[in-house]
């Protein structure tokens, strides 16, 4: 097609094998060929261009050296895994990418034997690469059996603590085990911490050509007449850099750094490792996150993620904004309450701008801490700014904090520390898919004692309870708020502290009560509209609270109406299931309600847009009206005159 690049190369393979076939020149033009179809296929789709485009050398020169999938590859985050999609045999589906029913933006092991683990939270890569080593050295899988175990990590995901546990393991273990750390100084934000500067330091320190041809040497690997040169060269640059290898004294031999767009420099030290390697040894490939794709290259986040773009402007086909996103509004209201108050201090894990927090370091950069990807130290880094008399706000994606639940837990609840934790990204958000959906918060939340955790139902609601979150000192306090665009709503000049644990009647009805938590409230008032007009004017509310529950409201909304039913944006065990408790204990079921709980269903929804999610989920404005229906017996009735 006219709109898609010249590949004949690239159209000749349909595996890997494909590219074992081909010499180093060709495997060259492979890569570039392979480049100009990601950025091709990532302008029509949407989705991580820049990591992607940063390692289409490797990935040419690992899939032509190992034998994928019989050696498991693994990549990290895996948000760089379109061209290692193109080359395994689905490029014929690369360009519905992100789509419902589509290729997922990840690995993914039930697509594709190629993707032996799947992954999308990062440093997970060694951890995994390690098992599948010694389940290979103990004869975990005899068809086909396991061969090498490759990890491929970025120096942003090198900074989690995962990271390192695993390190450590896998050099007392001293297995056969290949680390490739895509060393490219551009996690989604500017990396930050020792592991960042010590990188840095590794080729800053001489000419990055000496410390090429340095790492061609690759010292243990090299026939024994050659190793002495080596070492010596090798020693001298590393003394030069750091006076010590870090890796090495961990357990793993250590070559590099090397270039990683260099394909002669990656197949000479990859193919060396793979006949000669004998334990743990880590590749460190230098390379340029959106190399080779002029506006990645120049864009702040290297075209980290992008949406639908202009192929040679770059320019990004964004559908116009109709009002602030809920992100944005959360930031201006904390920089809005930390002027007032200078307690105020906000953390996040390596997502400034994500969380919207990179605003709040502009206004205040001395209050403001990113952590890098490292959630389990960012909670109780909180936790003991809260110890210390300050009013930490800790903001994260409910997918991430999942990751330092343990510290939710132990530092943060059991000591009832005043530590704020602003929750994006709750419930469905899209192309992300299941990986990056906010499910289990309000759940994992809520059954902690002391926790307060609310939910906002529209943004000015958020605004609210960011001023909520600022006057409760008495414990932990959480609220949640979805991905994109507010409701539209007027937005306060100042929010207000609400009073904790009630809620709000939206709209009085009779005979049946719609209880919502959190933005399914815009769908539930469609709903309510729609009723309406069939002569059926349902009560809606909005609890605010998942806990404390409003317990004078939600026990007079059971004896007033014959059916009570609530909805929300999570998992089976959260809000409604509390709803459940208090009614149960209070013996409201003896009285004949009728109970219903409309959550996400007990299953991880694939990637789609976020209506067509929820419309799997079957909690959009038709899907509540259908079981209001059901519940007052309307369904029925209409079946019987249908009939």
């Given at each position: 097609?006219?709109?898609?690049?010249?590949?004949?190369?690239?159209?000749?393979?349909?595996?890997?094998?494909?590219?074992?076939?081909?010499?180093?020149?060709?495997?060259?033009?492979?890569?570039?060929?392979?480049?100009?179809?990601?950025?091709?296929?990532?302008?029509?789709?949407?989705?991580?261009?820049?990591?992607?485009?940063?390692?289409?050398?490797?990935?040419?020169?690992?899939?032509?050296?190992?034998?994928?999938?019989?050696?498991?590859?693994?990549?990290?985050?895996?948000?760089?895994?379109?061209?290692?999609?193109?080359?395994?045999?689905?490029?014929?589906?690369?360009?519905?990418?992100?789509?419902?029913?589509?290729?997922?933006?990840?690995?993914?092991?039930?697509?594709?034997?190629?993707?032996?683990?799947?992954?999308?939270?990062?440093?997970?890569?060694?951890?995994?690469?390690?098992?599948?080593?010694?389940?290979?050295?103990?004869?975990?899988?005899?068809?086909?059996?396991?061969?090498?175990?490759?990890?491929?990590?970025?120096?942003?995901?090198?900074?989690?603590?995962?990271?390192?546990?695993?390190?450590?393991?896998?050099?007392?273990?001293?297995?056969?085990?290949?680390?490739?750390?895509?060393?490219?100084?551009?996690?989604?934000?500017?990396?930050?911490?020792?592991?960042?500067?010590?990188?840095?330091?590794?080729?800053?320190?001489?000419?990055?050509?000496?410390?090429?041809?340095?790492?061609?040497?690759?010292?243990?690997?090299?026939?024994?007449?050659?190793?002495?040169?080596?070492?010596?060269?090798?020693d001298m640059l590393k003394h030069m850099a750091v006076g010590g290898t870090l890796f090495e004294e961990l357990g793993f031999s250590y070559v590099g750094p090397i270039d990683g767009h260099d394909m002669e420099q990656l197949l000479a030290v990859l193919r060396t490792v793979k006949a000669r390697a004998d334990g743990p040894i880590l590749i460190h490939a230098i390379t340029k996150k959106g190399k080779g794709y002029r506006p990645a290259e120049l864009a702040d986040d290297k075209g980290h993620a992008t949406a639908k773009f202009d192929m040679v402007t770059g320019e990004q086909k964004k559908a116009p904004s109709n009002a602030p996103s809920y992100t944005k509004v959360f930031a201006q209201a904390l920089i809005e309450e930390a002027a007032r108050d200078d307690k105020i201090v906000a953390v996040t894990a390596a997502m400034p701008d994500g969380t919207g927090l990179n605003l709040f370091a502009e206004r205040f950069p001395a209050r403001c801490f990113d952590v890098g990807i490292a959630e389990q130290h960012g909670v109780t880094f909180c936790a003991g700014m809260a110890a210390g008399g300050m009013k930490p706000f800790?903001?994260?994606?409910?997918?991430?904090?999942?990751?330092?639940?343990?510290?939710?837990?132990?530092?943060?609840?059991?000591?009832?520390?005043?530590?704020?934790?602003?929750?994006?990204?709750?419930?469905?958000?899209?192309?992300?898919?299941?990986?990056?959906?906010?499910?289990?918060?309000?759940?994992?939340?809520?059954?902690?004692?002391?926790?307060?955790?609310?939910?906002?139902?529209?943004?000015?609601?958020?605004?609210?309870?960011?001023?909520?979150?600022?006057?409760?000192?008495?414990?932990?306090?959480?609220?949640?708020?979805?991905?994109?665009?507010?409701?539209?709503?007027?937005?306060?000049?100042?929010?207000?502290?609400?009073?904790?644990?009630?809620?709000?009647?939206?709209?009085?009805?009779?005979?049946?009560?719609?209880?919502?938590?959190?933005?399914?409230?815009?769908?539930?008032?469609?709903?309510?509209?729609?009723?309406?007009?069939?002569?059926?004017?349902?009560?809606?509310?909005?609890?605010?609270?998942?806990?404390?529950?409003?317990?004078?409201?939600?026990?007079?909304?059971?004896?007033?109406?014959?059916?009570?039913?609530?909805?929300?944006?999570?998992?089976?065990?959260?809000?409604?299931?509390?709803?459940?408790?208090?009614?149960?204990?209070?013996?409201?079921?003896?009285?004949?309600?009728?109970?219903?709980?409309?959550?996400?269903?007990?299953?991880?929804?694939?990637?789609?847009?976020?209506?067509?999610?929820?419309?799997?989920?079957?909690?959009?404005?038709?899907?509540?009206?259908?079981?209001?229906?059901?519940?007052?017996?309307?369904?029925?009735?209409?079946?019987?005159?249908?009939?």
């Amino acid at each position: 097609m006219s709109d898609r690049p010249d590949t004949p190369l690239l159209d000749r393979v349909h595996s890997p094998a494909d590219l074992k076939v081909l010499s180093d020149r060709e495997l060259e033009q492979v890569a570039d060929e392979l480049r100009a179809e990601t950025i091709s296929a990532v302008s029509q789709t949407g989705g991580h261009l820049g990591a992607g485009l940063g390692v289409v050398e490797l990935t040419v020169a690992i899939h032509a050296v190992f034998d994928t999938p019989r050696d498991r590859l693994i990549w990290d985050v895996s948000h760089q895994c379109y061209p290692h999609k193109i080359l395994t045999g689905r490029r014929d589906r690369i360009r519905t990418l992100r789509q419902k029913d589509g290729l997922s933006g990840f690995t993914k092991r039930s697509e594709s034997p190629y993707d032996p683990f799947g992954a999308a939270h990062s440093s997970t890569s060694i951890s995994a690469a390690l098992g599948f080593a010694v389940a290979r050295d103990l004869g975990g899988a005899p068809e086909p059996a396991l061969g090498d175990a490759i990890a491929v990590i970025g120096d942003g995901a090198m900074s989690a603590g995962m990271a390192y546990e695993a390190l450590n393991n896998a050099g007392h273990l001293h297995k056969r085990l290949i680390v490739i750390l895509n060393d490219n100084e551009m996690s989604i934000a500017q990396p930050v911490g020792a592991m960042s500067s010590y990188l840095s330091r590794l080729y800053a320190g001489a000419p990055f050509q000496e410390l090429k041809a340095a790492a061609k040497g690759a010292v243990s690997l090299l026939p024994q007449p050659l190793q002495h040169g080596a070492r010596r060269a090798k020693d001298m640059l590393k003394h030069m850099a750091v006076g010590g290898t870090l890796f090495e004294e961990l357990g793993f031999s250590y070559v590099g750094p090397i270039d990683g767009h260099d394909m002669e420099q990656l197949l000479a030290v990859l193919r060396t490792v793979k006949a000669r390697a004998d334990g743990p040894i880590l590749i460190h490939a230098i390379t340029k996150k959106g190399k080779g794709y002029r506006p990645a290259e120049l864009a702040d986040d290297k075209g980290h993620a992008t949406a639908k773009f202009d192929m040679v402007t770059g320019e990004q086909k964004k559908a116009p904004s109709n009002a602030p996103s809920y992100t944005k509004v959360f930031a201006q209201a904390l920089i809005e309450e930390a002027a007032r108050d200078d307690k105020i201090v906000a953390v996040t894990a390596a997502m400034p701008d994500g969380t919207g927090l990179n605003l709040f370091a502009e206004r205040f950069p001395a209050r403001c801490f990113d952590v890098g990807i490292a959630e389990q130290h960012g909670v109780t880094f909180c936790a003991g700014m809260a110890a210390g008399g300050m009013k930490p706000f800790c903001a994260m994606y409910s997918t991430f904090l999942q990751r330092g639940y343990d510290q939710v837990v132990h530092d943060v609840a059991i000591q009832r520390l005043p530590v704020r934790f602003a929750i994006d990204r709750a419930g469905l958000v899209g192309a992300d898919g299941a990986t990056h959906a906010g499910s289990f918060d309000v759940a994992f939340l809520a059954n902690l004692p002391g926790f307060v955790v609310m939910a906002a139902a529209d943004e000015a609601e958020l605004k609210h309870m960011v001023a909520t979150a600022v006057a409760h000192d008495d414990g932990p306090i959480a609220f949640r708020f979805p991905r994109g665009e507010g409701a539209g709503v007027e937005l306060p000049e100042r929010g207000r502290a609400l009073e904790i644990g009630k809620g709000r009647i939206i709209a009085e009805g009779s005979r049946i009560a719609l209880l919502s938590f959190g933005t399914r409230l815009q769908e539930v008032q469609a709903a309510a509209e729609s009723l309406a007009a069939r002569g059926i004017t349902p009560t809606v509310a909005d609890a605010r609270f998942a806990k404390p529950l409003d317990r004078e409201m939600i026990l007079t909304l059971a004896k007033e109406h014959e059916a009570l039913i609530t909805i929300e944006e999570g998992a089976i065990g959260g809000f409604g299931s509390h709803v459940a408790q208090l009614l149960a204990e209070e013996g409201v079921f003896d009285t004949g309600l009728k109970y219903r709980s409309m959550v996400l269903p007990d299953n991880f929804i694939d990637q789609a847009s976020p209506a067509d999610m929820y419309a799997v989920a079957k909690l959009n404005a038709a899907d509540i009206e259908a079981k209001v229906l059901a519940v007052l017996g309307v369904v029925q009735l209409v079946e019987r005159r249908v009939r």
